[in-house]
């Protein structure tokens, strides 16, 4: 009688052990908790470009204010526009003392075409706190990656048309004056949402 | 007399054609386009098409303003966009409009000659495979209009009358 005790009591263990140590590998397997060991979600980070107006800049121009970063191409007839136009509704539904405190940020996945002239007319168009970025490809190559942003190049050949076209990810992040994401808005989110975020980060 | 020859060879094409197309309407409501930056390559016009009867397909177009036209179309998937050329052409059956609109089917201007200004319109020819050619005047709105603005959609019942 005891004996069995004592081997049922030895099953139990063996089995909390099992269970225990399952839970913990799967845990450790688990994308969130990759993402929590950061101690935020890892989007945003480190980036060398240059603005519209010819200035380099690093990630540093995030700090201090509240920042829309948006990545496309001004080539890009439809998605880019429409997202932009969305930015631009949202900054102007701002009160003059928030649109101080916050900025949209165009990063070009375009190199080749968008120079910094080019890129200058273009966020001309849709708001003056709109900043294009561009650069090297190798610098616009790292700030995707910081941003987990997708783009790819697709050929005249490949796409059977007269000139390239560029396949992207079209998000709009929202990152705090610390530089750090807030939120992700899918493309054609509603302008008044975005200021609602806005609101909520800087009365957070 | 060799151009005389000529022009009544023309216009027996034309008359053909003419008599071939005369079965179904075309007509091209609301369409619009977006302004340009300066430097700008690129840019679209969008528009409904709408067939009184039967059906006919959109095949190309051209424009002044620009060095090729091509049909294109986007592709949303995970939050990425995909801009492809239109395989066979953009349908059109009678009784449900075709709408090229931002998001989707568009008309994409490629090698912009000039920008095109917010107020002015630009001229367009839509090549279809039945209706033959249908000019369609459209007028540049702001750079990130959705939609046609109210009393300039009338400026686009491009008459392709027989």
Redesign the interface.
């Not at chain 2, 939050?79 to 050329?85: C, L, N, S, V």
């Given at each position: 009688m005891r004996r069995r005790t004592f081997w049922t009591g030895l099953a139990v263990l063996a089995t909390a052990v099992l269970l225990g140590s399952i839970a913990l590998i799967a845990d450790r397997l688990s994308p969130q908790r990759t993402e929590q060991g950061h101690g935020r979600a890892a989007i945003g980070g480190p980036f060398t470009l240059t603005d519209h107006l010819g200035q380099p800049v690093t990630q540093d121009i995030l700090k201090g204010k509240l920042s829309l970063v948006y990545f496309g191409y001004s080539f890009c007839p439809d998605i880019c526009p429409t997202d932009l136009q969305l930015i631009a509704q949202a900054l102007d539904q701002l009160t003059p003392e928030e649109l101080a405190d916050t900025q949209a940020l165009f990063v070009s996945i375009d190199p080749e075409r968008d120079t910094v002239a080019q890129l200058a007319g273009y966020v001309g168009l849709f708001h003056p706190a709109i900043r294009g970025l561009t650069g090297t490809p190798e610098q616009i190559d790292a700030a995707t990656k910081s941003y987990r942003a997708y783009y790819k190049k697709i050929s005249a050949e490949e796409a059977g048309t007269t000139d390239y076209l560029m396949d992207h990810s079209a998000f709009i992040y929202l990152m705090n004056r610390d530089g750090d994401f807030v939120r992700v808005f899918g493309h054609g989110v509603n302008p008044g949402e975005m200021v609602e975020w806005i609101r909520r980060v800087r009365a957070g | 007399m060799r151009t005389f020859a000529r022009n009544l060879v023309v216009s027996a094409a034309a008359a053909l054609l003419f008599v071939g197309a005369a079965q179904a309407e075309i007509s091209v409501s609301n369409p619009f386009s977006?302004?340009?930056?300066?430097?700008?390559?690129?840019?679209?016009a969008f528009m409904t098409l709408s067939i009184d009867a039967g059906a006919d397909k959109l095949l190309g177009a051209s424009s002044p303003v620009a060095?090729?036209v091509?049909l294109?179309t986007?592709l949303?998937e995970g939050?990425?966009?995909?801009?492809?050329?239109v395989e066979g052409g953009i349908a059109v059956t009678a009784g449900t409009p075709t709408e090229l609109k931002?998001?989707g089917l568009?008309i994409?201007?490629?090698?912009l000659k000039a920008p095109l200004k917010q107020g002015e319109s630009f001229p367009l020819t839509l090549k279809f495979e039945k209706a033959g050619e249908v000019p369609v005047t459209v007028p540049v709105q702001?750079?990130?209009?959705?939609a046609p603005m109210k009393g300039h959609g009338h400026d686009g019942h491009a008459g392709h009358h027989h």
């Open positions: - | 977006r302004a340009s930056a300066p430097q700008a390559k690129a840019g679209a060095e090729t091509e294109h986007h949303m939050g990425i966009a995909r801009m492809r050329p931002p998001g568009h994409m201007l490629m090698g702001g750079p990130g209009a959705m």
